[in-house]
């Protein structure tokens, strides 16, 4: 094994700078430590900042090649994108914010891939090891810029949410752009070629592979999605830090790893599915057809209440708990039901909130929309603290709610839902549930609860229902 | 052996990280899953600094230097857009740590 030649010699920066870096993933994991409760992670952020800041500065003064103008381009074209869409995003847009931003990550690394590839002319004199590194960071680079592309596209309406899939060829498809990708960039790896066409068809395979596993995704699996893409795009960052031999890019990249499959898992595990499966596609679609036959199937009555009948059973609780979904968060009602707490509230009811992790289209997506709403964090109870309070709640308040307060995912085996942890609202003393329709949900089940006798249905738009018995509430 | 002194640490590196990020991650409540994600969207950014090493080599070649400016804007666009957006968020969740008192104080409008 000799030294690498001239041409690699940007891979294998050695440095005493590289104590900064050090500095910098130091920092990365200091900010991240503060994000464990919302009075320290404002600061945590900032900390990460500072090790962003340190990282890039330290970079550009240990370079000493030219083309300062490229980087100046570049940075200015990246703010000028960055911070205004940054600034004015919606909470409510949100996910497919989160997605964007992950997929310019994953374009940025597989680009750099590229740029290695070319300027070492198909990665001669490099140890083999960079280069397999490197090809690893861009085919998944490249999978992750494409499938968050495609996220972005389905979150924000560009494409359709529902599944758009090949059918039962969709995995053999997947697994033959996969096999192709990996035996171009063997081949490349293994010095076979360095063919710039060779490096460009497992580009286009994987980002191919990309398109090929999100668009068979429905909305409902959004979140899982999302966080899985976060993750690869952190593995590649890692990948690219290894062929660059750069500790802070590994850390970073390593951590952002971790982050995304922890999310990954428990997005999963809330519901009910398994990652393969959601891989595999096909299901979590708007409009599943299971759902439309089942609707009306079930013998039991429905109980509907009015705005009025609802203010007086809520006027006189003692403890009330509203469990928002993905219904409060589409008709925009946080800030109605955040009027409504406060009328409640002043009327010395006890309010809290129950947030089911997969409530919204991004983990952790609700208790933003009620944070914005000026909710405070003490009033947001996760799932696991819920459950242990609805035995003493006389009211919970569902509000666009379904999937993830259905009793059959505990009680019916048979239910394709079986097994999920749902928010245990059948165990408070009355439920009402505001709905637009009997229709059932994304997973196109029927819920129990709504034939509960306990129950009552107020149904409407989530934001005009809940704004009615604010009203209601005043009047008493 | 040189070469491999480096491979190895800087797998022992990635592999220390990864324990690292599964117990510090682990902590975050799930209240703050999102701006956990835009954060790590952040700092994953930091591919930018590929994009700043590789791009003095660049030489003459248009292509390079084009593909090159769109990774270094990319990377900018991350780590920019995800620190200031999580920043967003999180003044959100500070704004009123306690329901009771000084609530009051915080609210604004």
């Known amino acids: 094994m000799s030294a690498p030649p001239l041409a690699s010699s940007f891979l294998q920066s050695t440095s005493f700078l590289d104590v900064l870096y050090i500095v910098a993933f130091a920092l990365f994991i200091q900010g991240l430590r503060g994000l464990s409760g919302p009075t320290t992670a404002v600061r945590g952020n900032r900390i990460a900042g500072v090790g962003m800041a340190i990282a890039v500065i330290a970079t550009l003064l240990n370079r000493n090649e030219g083309n300062w103008g490229l980087i100046v381009l570049g940075i200015a074209l990246g703010t000028a994108v960055g911070v205004p869409a940054a600034r004015q995003v919606k909470m409510t847009a949100m996910p497919q914010m989160v997605a964007l931003f992950n997929g310019v990550g994953g374009g940025a690394v597989f680009l750099i891939s590229w740029s290695e590839f070319r300027l070492t002319h198909g990665y001669q004199g490099v140890a083999t090891y960079i280069t397999i590194f490197s090809l690893f960071a861009a085919i998944v680079g490249s999978v992750s810029f494409w499938g968050s592309n495609i996220a972005f596209g389905k979150l924000q309406e560009i494409i359709p949410g529902r599944p758009i899939s090949l059918g039962s060829s969709q995995q053999i498809v997947n697994l033959l752009l996969l096999i192709l990708a990996v035996a171009a960039g063997v081949d490349i790896a293994s010095g076979g070629t360095h063919s710039q066409g060779i490096f460009i068809v497992m580009l286009v395979c994987a980002a191919l592979l990309g398109n090929a596993v999100v668009f068979p995704i429905g909305g409902a699996d959004m979140p899982v999605v999302i966080s899985m893409l976060n993750a690869f795009t952190g593995l590649s960052a890692a990948a690219t830090g290894i062929a660059l031999n750069n500790p802070a890019l590994i850390v970073a990249g390593m951590i952002v790893g971790a982050s995304g499959s922890i999310l990954t898992n428990l997005m999963a595990v809330a519901m009910n599915r398994s990652i393969p499966a959601i891989i595999a596609g096909g299901f979590g679609g708007t409009g599943a057809v299971a759902g439309a036959e089942g609707a009306g199937a079930h013998a039991g009555t429905v109980k509907s209440t009015s705005a009025a009948d609802a203010a007086i059973q809520l006027a006189y609780a003692n403890r009330v708990v509203i469990v928002p979904g993905s219904g409060m968060a589409v008709a925009q009602a946080q800030h109605a039901v955040r009027e409504l707490t406060k009328e409640l509230e002043k009327r010395g009811v006890e309010v809290s909130y129950a947030i089911h992790p997969v409530a919204g289209r991004m983990p952790g997506h609700m208790n933003v929309l009620l944070a914005e709403a000026d909710v405070p964090y003490d009033q947001l109870k996760e799932m696991e603290e819920a459950n242990q309070e609805f035995g003493r709640t006389d009211v919970s308040l569902v509000i666009g709610a379904n999937d993830v307060t259905n009793p059959a995912a505990k009680t019916n085996p048979a239910s394709p839902i079986y097994g999920m942890p749902i928010l245990e609202v059948n165990d408070s003393h009355s439920v009402i549930v505001i709905k637009r329709s009997m229709n059932p949900g994304f997973a196109g089940i029927e819920n129990e609860l709504y034939y509960d006798p306990k129950t009552a249905m107020l149904f409407g738009d989530a934001k005009s229902a809940v704004s009615e018995i604010t009203a209601e509430l005043s009047q008493l | ?109």
């Open chain 2, 1 to 109: 052996m040189i070469l491999a002194s480096v491979l190895t640490t800087n797998l022992a590196i990635l592999v220390l990280a990864g324990f690292i990020g599964f117990v510090v991650i682990s902590k975050v409540p799930n209240t703050l899953h999102t701006p956990l994600m835009s954060g790590t969207n952040a700092i994953h950014g930091i591919v930018l600094l590929g994009g700043l090493l590789i791009v003095g080599f660049s030489g003459n070649g248009t292509f390079n230097k084009i593909i090159l400016v769109i990774a270094i804007a990319f990377g900018t666009i991350n780590v920019v857009g995800g620190f200031l957006v999580t920043d967003r968020m999180l003044e959100m969740f500070k704004a009123k740590p306690k329901s009771g008192g000084d609530g009051d104080k915080g609210a604004k409008s």
